[in-house]
């Protein structure tokens, strides 16, 4: 398999939904918009495109909010994780680059919705930086066993 060859994978948290595609998505993006953010109960939506033809649901099938007259929105019915994003007469779907397997291979490259942006977005990256292991009590880490589906596909 080459680059473009590869399968690129995701699902939703509790696993009952999974998708498949070959590549990387195209235009990553995020999305600022109102209507993104309460959709994802975030600041903002990452959202990559992928060819309707080239998406395959390898288990399950997202639920749809239609959120406007010419768009909808795919979501796990089961554990709510935000799946996707389409305008219903294009023929492309945008994929929540969150529930990708790997993530970090998908680079945004526009940020749209802009008007919505939160005021101090630019000031995200100068947070205070604290990683789980140090932030959490060693007792409470310690009682965490993930009920989250792993970053791979599985048999059930
Ligand atoms: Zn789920
Ligand atoms: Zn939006």
Redesign the pocket.
């Known amino acids: 398999m080459t680059g473009t060859d590869q399968l690129t994978t995701g699902g ?6 999974r998708y498949a595609f070959t590549g990387k998505t195209i235009n990553p993006s995020l999305c600022h918009c109102r209507m993104c953010q309460k959709a994802f109960g975030s600041y903002f939506a990452p959202l990559g495109g992928v060819k309707n033809e080239n998406l395959t649901w390898t288990r399950g099938k997202p639920a749809i909010f239609q959120s406007s007259p010419v768009a909808e929105r795919g979501f ?1 019915a ?4 935000p799946l996707t994003f389409r305008y219903i007469a294009d023929s492309d779907t945008n994929i929540a680059l969150g529930s990708l397997d790997h993530p970090q291979n998908e680079i945004p490259v526009n940020a749209y919705g802009t008007e919505s942006e939160m005021p101090w977005f630019d000031w995200l990256a100068t947070l205070p930086a604290h990683a789980t292991e140090t932030s959490t009590a060693p007792d409470r880490l310690a009682a965490i066993t993930s009920f989250q589906h792993p970053d791979h596909d599985t048999d059930r």
Do not use: I, L, P
């Not at 939703?12 to 939904?17: I, L, T």
């Not at 089961?78 to 994780?81: E, F, S």
């Open positions: 939703c948290q509790c696993g009952a939904v796990c089961a554990c709510g994780t």
